[in-house]
């Protein structure tokens, strides 16, 4: 068998035109699912009453469960819900306007979050007490300790981590394709299945998955010496 690499070259700028939603599929859940993680992170370190079963709850389920499970619960089982309201309260809408992507940014946030709340409390509970004990000392409140303190030093104790999770994202966005979403390797599956070049078209999807991993690595060496930075100084 011989590699057509003029063939490696077409399909790479064929399966390029996928990357924006790729992108979009990825970076998107992560910010979203940040902000979930973030406060299950804190009502979890904290144990505040109520709320603590929930976000156990919530962690532990989505982190036993696979994303392709929560993208395809949430994609037949969200118009379901819908339609049960639409009806309920004879709104002006129907479920099937509602973009698919939608859906599919839906389940990846709440699945980022799972793992990113524990990616937090993981910082967070690496901050020493002598710190906490001495910010209360000189005046400071809870939410000023948590902004100046803890959460400087949790988050540049996670970039790490964190960036795991983004390249991870990245490759778990190719699941998408399985409800119509047409993302790196579903645009390498339609150019492989039209030109029957499976080896030639995934050679050219790898080469992009790889160089947006290069970038993201690289922003992310970047970031962390700034946070790093900036959690020294944080007193």
């Given at each position: 068998?011989?590699?057509d690499?003029?063939?490696?070259?077409?399909?790479?700028?064929?399966?390029?035109?996928?990357?924006?939603?790729?992108l979009?599929l990825?970076?998107?859940?992560?910010?979203?699912?940040?902000?979930?993680?973030?406060?299950?992170a804190?009502?979890?370190?904290?144990?505040?009453?109520?709320?603590s079963?929930i976000?156990n709850?919530?962690?532990?389920?989505?982190?036993?469960t696979?994303a392709?499970?929560?993208?395809?619960?949430?994609?037949?089982?969200?118009?379901?819900?819908l339609?049960?309201?639409?009806?309920k309260?004879?709104?002006?809408?129907q479920?099937?306007?509602?973009?698919?992507?939608?859906?599919?940014?839906?389940?990846?946030?709440?699945?980022?979050?799972?793992?990113l709340?524990e990616?937090?409390?993981?910082?967070?509970?690496?901050?020493?007490?002598?710190?906490?004990?001495?910010?209360?000392t000189?005046?400071m409140?809870t939410f000023q300790v948590?902004?100046?303190i803890?959460?400087?030093?949790?988050?540049?104790?996670?970039?790490p981590?964190?960036?795991?999770?983004?390249?991870?994202?990245l490759?778990?966005?190719s699941?998408?394709f399985?409800?119509s979403?047409?993302e790196?390797?579903?645009?390498?599956?339609?150019?492989?299945?039209?030109?029957l070049?499976?080896?030639e078209?995934?050679i050219?999807?790898?080469i992009?998955y790889?160089?947006i991993t290069?970038?993201?690595?690289t922003i992310a060496?970047?970031?962390?010496?700034?946070?790093?930075?900036?959690?020294?100084?944080?007193?």
């Open positions: 068998m011989v590699i690499f003029s063939f490696v070259w077409i399909a790479f700028k064929e399966i390029l035109k996928a990357v924006p939603l790729t979009i990825t970076f998107v859940p992560i910010v979203v699912g940040f902000l979930i993680g973030l406060a299950v804190l009502i979890r370190a904290h144990n505040i009453k109520f709320l079963p976000a709850f919530y962690v532990s389920f989505f982190r036993g696979p392709i499970m929560h993208i395809m619960v949430i994609y037949f089982g969200f118009p379901i819900l339609d049960y309201v639409i009806k309260f004879n709104l002006p809408f479920s099937n306007h509602v973009p698919i992507v939608v859906f599919v940014i839906t389940a990846l946030s709440l699945t980022a979050g799972s793992y709340s990616i937090i409390r993981s910082g967070i509970s690496s901050v020493s007490k002598g710190q906490i004990e001495a910010a209360y000189i005046g409140n948590v902004k100046r803890i959460l400087p030093q949790a988050l540049a104790q996670s970039v981590n964190i960036t795991n999770l983004i390249i991870g994202f490759h778990t966005t699941i998408a399985l409800v979403q047409k790196i390797t579903g645009a390498a599956n339609i150019v492989a299945s039209k030109n070049k499976f080896l078209a995934f050219a999807a790898g992009i790889w160089a290069l970038i993201i690595e060496y970047f970031l962390e010496k700034k946070a790093k930075s900036y959690s020294r100084s944080a007193f």
